[in-house]
């Protein structure tokens, strides 16, 4: 027995909630690369500072503050990263569309998932469709290349009762 997954993924999406006014993600992003490479530092300047201390009664308190700030700077500076960007995934056998970004390890993390027939509105212009949710928000825009591809979609979308 085989089993195929039959979807089509298109790289040209826009989502609606995907920025922010004035850029402040991203500057908060700055802002925490910026602490967590303080917190890097500071747990190699307790050790290699002019005048360091070296006594035993002190040894203990710089090594459990070193590893504190050391793990504390690394969780900083990987979780002020960019998140990858969502992909739009087409299924046309299982009538569904789904918004993932790739995960960990390989994974994809599915962030919305809809049937053709819960769609409030899908709109064609030309070669691009966009789709709506359940509940009337936007999900993406899709570019469709070859005119096939289209045609099955749209038959697909036809038959699950959207007008497209």
Known sequence: MTVTSD???????????GGTVSGTRSILRLMQRLVGVSLLMASSGLWL??????NNEVMLMKMALSAISLLVGVWLILSGQKP????????????????VRP????????????????????KREDRVLRFWDEKGDFI????????????VLISGLLDSGQAV
């Open 84 to 99: 990858a960007a969502p992909e739009i995934q087409i299924d046309t056998v299982r009538r569904v569309v789904r918004l």
């Open 49 to 54: 500072a002019p005048g360091a201390n070296w």
């Open 103 to 122: 995960g960990p390890l390989g994974a994809d993390l599915l962030l919305q998932k809809c049937r053709f027939s819960d769609l409030s509105k899908v």
């Open 140 to 151: 993406a825009d899709v570019y469709i290349g070859h005119q096939s591809v289209m045609d």
């Open 7 to 17: 979807f089509m993924t298109s790289g040209q999406i826009r989502l609606s909630t």
